[in-house]
């Protein structure tokens, strides 16, 4: 049933509930300290009535006993000028010893003696004893030793609020009841009307403004969710439906941000795409018309033909390997398939490694090779392999853009908590127009895809892995050349 309640029902239903509930409350206890003070006044304004009844009645005869024939003219006329009170004489130990009752309206013939002392003691009313006229009713009452001689012969016992009373005050309480009932609950019926006015203005009306503003995510999410995230959020409020707004707005850019990010990480993987079918298709072109050419002609073509056309399918089935295997790899990098195997290593000597590698290429293109490296640095925690790649990759390009008699320099040093290594060569440097895009995904539509002789998948490669590693690299203003500068976080 409250699945069906709206939120405004249900908070005007919880309001009605809790004024009902606080209604009962007052209402029982405004009763309960009504009837406690009215009781307390009774007994207090009468407390010296079996007192005054004694000084002025003989209640016991000249033996000190109790005479219930001459008593009960003297009970029944005291009760006719005082209609709510009853008059007993109980003894020392309670027992009932004279009463002016009608017959068959006493209960018990004995009451407790506890509440008559604690009267007596002057303790503070009201104070409840036994009503001989019940078997479990407590009333005030007043109460006054008998005494002969010195001697306790038993009690006057005055109930101060008799049976005709009691009647009297029950049609009095009803009437009283439902007079209360009436009012607290015409106060409760407006006091929830306007419970429920505020709850709509001030809860579930930002609450339903908030819904239908998000409620458009089903029909066209991303317009929706952008239009949300263009509006301003309200900051430094208070209110937690205003909060939950800010928060949707800010979950809605959150949202929109990467949305635009995807949607530009899928335009770049479709170029890519693009460019990668372009580069596979040209060399794949090349081997297969050598290959044609060699099936179909074959016969006809001299032995140097033979190993020029199979040395140029060669190199093009060479140079589609080396592109397969860097898409492979870069797809690997892309995709968490690769995870960096850390160690403590000198990075000098590892440098001179490499260097090593591209000595006997170097004295062939006539190149000269600098190695600047200072006499102590901290070792670096790192992948060797992943470094070795990177230094090799940066130093092939080098030696291989740079002509005869150009020199290569590779330096190494610390700066702050970070590994610094530049590779500079002196060969043509690199083109204003492709510096933008040089660590990026290649793409069809760039000036770089134009190029007859572009590149492969290697500087990517070489970004990737470094990132992997917290450190990064970048095209350094040179000339003549090109210097690439990378670092390595120690």
Known sequence: MMRRLSLSQRLTLLFILLLLLCASVACAVQLYTSMQYGNAMVQRLSSGLAQQIVQREPVLDAQGQVDRGRLKPLFDRLMTFNPSVE??????????????????????????????????????????????RSLDKQKVFSVTPLRQ?????????IILQGEEF???????????????????????????????????????????????????????????IKQLAAQTPEPGSRDEVTQLRNTFIELARQITSQWDKLADSDRQRREFIANISHDLRTPLTSLLGYLETLSLKSSTLTTEQHQQYLATALRQGQKVRHLSQQLFELARLEHGGIKPQRERFAMAELISDVAQKF??????????????????????????????????????????????????????????????????????????????????????????????????????IVKRMLELHGGGISLQDFEPGAKFRFYVPL
């Open 87 to 132: 008059l007993y004489v109980v003894s020392p130990d309670g027992d009932l010893l004279a009463d002016a009752a009608p017959p068959g309206h006493i209960q018990r013939q004995k009451i407790s003696m506890v509440p008559l002392q604690t009267f007596l003691s002057g303790t503070s009313w009201p104070v409840y004893g036994d009503d001989p």
């Open 166 to 224: 009691n009647s009297l005050a029950e049609m009095a309480w009803h009437k009283a009841l439902w007079s209360t009932a009436m009012w607290s609950l015409l106060l409760v019926a407006s006091f929830a009307l306007l419970a429920g006015l505020l709850v709509w203005y001030w809860v579930t009306r930002p609450v339903k403004r908030l819904t239908a503003e998000v409620s458009g995510l089903e029909q066209d999410s991303i317009s929706a």
């Open 359 to 460: 000595e006997l290429t170097a004295q062939t293109r006539q190149l000269r090779l600098h190695i600047d490296v200072p006499g102590r640095l901290p070792l670096v925690f790192a992948d060797v392999s992943m470094i070795e790649r990177v230094v090799t990759n940066l130093l092939d390009n080098a030696v291989r853009h740079t002509p005869s008699g150009g020199d290569i320099r590779l330096s190494v040093w610390q700066e702050n908590e970070q590994l610094q290594v530049e590779v500079t060569d002196s060969g043509p440097g690199i083109e204003a127009s492709l510096r933008d895009e040089l660590f990026q995904r290649p793409s069809a539509l760039s000036q770089q895809a134009s190029r007859e002789n572009r590149g492969g998948l290697g500087l990517l």
């Open 149 to 157: 001689g010195g001697e306790l012969r038993g009690y006057l016992y």
